[in-house]
Structures are given as C-alpha cells and as structure tokens.
C-alpha cells in the first residue's frame, strides 16, 4: 500500500462455497426443523451433493495481495469489495475468484511461515541459538529412525521412530518412508524428503526399488539434482545430462536418442525405467532447507523436550480438548480411540475440528509417555496465546 497507494493494491479474493459436511449438516438440520420422516443415507448424500459447490461467502488468500498497474484501474480487471460484508475490513478484495484473473494481473504470495515461527520461539524461550544446533548430533539423527532418543516406553508407544511433530516427516506418508527405509545420514534424510515431496517418485517406484533388493535408499533417485549427478557419474556429456534431468522433472520423460545414450555409458536399466515413471523432481537445495529445519526441531524434541512441547502446542496446532489433556494417558487413549472409532464407522463422519484434535492428541500422548503433563489452565500463571513451561512444575 506504501508503495503503489491503496488504490492500487488489494487482497486476492475468494469465494467460499458449501463443501460435503456443511451440505450433510444442512440436510440434517433439515430433517429436524421439518420434523420429517428421516433420510435413508443415500438420500441424504445425494441432496448434500446438490448443495455441494453453492456459494456462501466470501473470503481473501491468507497471503495473496493483487497489485494493480499505476496507469490502469482495478475495474478494469474485477470489481472489488469488504471480504465477508465487512466494511470494517482494513484491506478491500477483489470480488471475483481470484483463480479467474490470475492470468491477467500480478499476485504476491505474501505466506506466513510456521517453521521460522516456530525457530523465533523456541530462541525466545531456551535461549539456544538456532544456528548452532549440529546437523550430525546421533541422538537428534536417531529420531528419524528408532524412538531411543525419547526414552519412551515402547510397549505402550505404537510409533517405529520419533518423527511425529517434525516437520515435513511428521505425516503419516512421511512417517511410512521412514519405517521402511530406516535413514541413518543427513543425506538419506534429503533424499526422503526428495521423495516425500515429488510425483510418482516413490510409491510404484523408488519403494519398489528398495522392496525388491535392486538398490539402497542413496542410491534412488530423490531429487533432480541426483539424475544430472549421477549421469555424469556414469559418463553421459554434462550437457545431455542437464537436458535429460530438465525432462524428466517435468514428467515429459526420455527420448529414445537418450536411452540409447544412457544404455551406451552402461547406466542400469532401473534407472532409465524409473526415470520414465517420474512426473515431478524436488530440487535438492529445498529439500535440505526442509531437513536443517527438521533436523533442528528434531534437536529439540530430544534435549529441551517440554520446551519443544510448547512451542508445538502453540504454532502447530489449531484443535484442542484441554480437559483431556490434563486427565493423562487413559482419557487421551479413550478420546483418540472415539475419534478413530468414528472414522471407521460409516454412519458416523467426525467433523474437521474432531480429526485435528486426534492430531494433537497423538503428540499429547507422546508427551504424557514421556512422563511430563499437562498442567490446568490457571489466570494467574498461564499465557494469553500460547503454551509455557510450568514455572511450579518442570515437568509440565
């Protein structure tokens, strides 16, 4: 706004429309109010179907900001509104969605960021600088691989390792790769993340690979870097090399000029056939951004754990149910046990906020295994917005 001037600059707008559970709620809600004979469950489904994609209301991208050119005005691309008939609103939107422009007018993506968020406040809280934090400390590294480093006990905790509520390696996908490929090394881990974040690269591919005996988890192609390495290695022209990795991270494949090229500087056959299932490459410098990042607030989690706790309870979760939380293990156990009864119960669909609470309660019951607790919330000690360690209790 300093810059181009309030009339130049407005949130990218959205338009929110019903999606499935709200038009399943509408549905019921109908059933009642009417006070009719209910629904069978295909009928209900298919008239929340029917409300499915109707517009409600609208919105702005969390980070989206539209700028217009100074010799031209706004309306010459979209008209413009409050987000939501807010007239209170410090930012105006532009009224329509904005995936319909976007061709024609330039976006920022002004995103927040949970992981530098999460670094500043784990600084603020320990005192540790970030950057200090070893990329080869054992016990850190040993997370990814084994729940040692927790001393949890293993005979109540389910998990293999102790990646949940890393970053980028704490999804149950992420988690699968790990159990599967048991990464000891910084550069195995850069490699997961390679084949964590691409398309097609590791189910059907490289999992088949590590499955069957043909290769080693840092010897699969993980990143696009490793296919211009590698070739190179092999003895393909550098140049080639480039063209081939440019290719095939694009998902447009090889040409047979180049596989005869490849089969010429005895690259395996594996290769070449994984190289054509590949529809997407992460590149190998993004990939380790993700891993020193994960691999700092693994060193946490390991030597400073009630202070990791905080600050994950803080910035990386949106549900809560604290009256669980501080009853211990036997009531986060029952309540993570209705919710997963709910999912696989076909009559019943636990909403958004329920599944996010089983998220949190997975890291709550980590915690509490752990042997450290949450304490109730008191107006004298707790913080406004955010989780603190127990200044009466270092456990909690």
């Not at 010897?219 to 022209?237: A, H, N, T």
Request: hydrophobic share 35%; net charge negative; aromatic share 10%.
């Amino acid at each position: 706004k300093e810059v181009f001037g309030d009339d130049h600059v407005f949130r990218a707008g959205t338009v929110g429309t019903v999606q499935e559970k709200t038009a399943y709620g509408y549905v019921k809600g109908y059933e009642e109010e009417m006070e009719c004979e209910p629904f069978n469950e295909a009928k209900r489904v298919d008239l929340a179907k029917g409300c499915e994609g109707v517009k409600r209301t609208t919105g702005q991208h969390p980070g989206g900001i539209v700028v217009v050119p100074l010799d031209m005005d706004v309306h010459d691309f979209t008209p413009v509104q409050y987000p939501a008939n807010n007239p209170n609103a410090t930012w105006k939107t532009t009224h329509f969605d904005f995936h319909q422009i976007h061709d024609n007018i330039l976006k920022f993506d002004i995103l927040r960021h949970d992981d530098p968020t999460a670094m500043k406040m784990l600084e603020r809280i320990t005192g540790v600088n970030v950057r200090q934090i070893p990329m080869n400390g054992q016990s850190t590294r040993a997370i990814f691989s084994t729940t040692e480093s927790l001393k949890i006990d293993t005979t109540k905790y389910n998990e293999v390792t102790g990646a949940a509520g890393i970053p980028e390696f704490g999804t149950p996908f992420v988690r699968g790769i790990l159990e599967l490929t048991k990464p000891t090394t910084f550069a195995e881990l850069v490699t997961i993340s390679g084949l964590s974040h691409g398309t097609d690269v590791w189910l059907g591919n490289a999992k088949d690979l590590i499955d069957n005996g043909t290769c080693k988890l840092n010897e699969v192609i993980g990143c696009r870097d490793d296919i211009m390495v590698d070739l190179m290695g092999y003895g393909v022209k550098p140049k080639l090399s480039f063209t081939i990795m440019e290719s095939v991270r694009k998902g447009k494949g090889l040409k047979d000029e180049w596989v005869t090229e490849m089969k010429a500087n005895n690259v395996p056959e594996w290769f070449i056939d994984s190289c054509t299932k590949i529809k997407y490459m992460f590149p190998k410098a993004h990939a380790v951004a993700y891993v020193m990042m994960a691999v700092r607030i693994a060193w946490f989690k390991v030597h400073m754990p009630v202070h990791y706790y905080c600050m994950y309870f803080s910035i990386r979760c949106d549900a809560y149910d604290v009256q669980t939380m501080i009853q211990g293990e036997a009531a986060i156990r029952q309540r993570m046990a209705d919710i997963k009864h709910m999912k696989e119960d076909k009559t019943q669909k636990p909403s958004d906020k329920e599944l996010a609470i089983y998220d949190t309660l997975e890291l709550a019951l980590e915690m509490v295994l752990r042997g450290f607790r949450f304490s109730n919330i008191s107006i004298n000690r707790s913080a406004a917005t955010e989780f603190i360690v127990d200044p009466d209790d270092p456990k909690a």
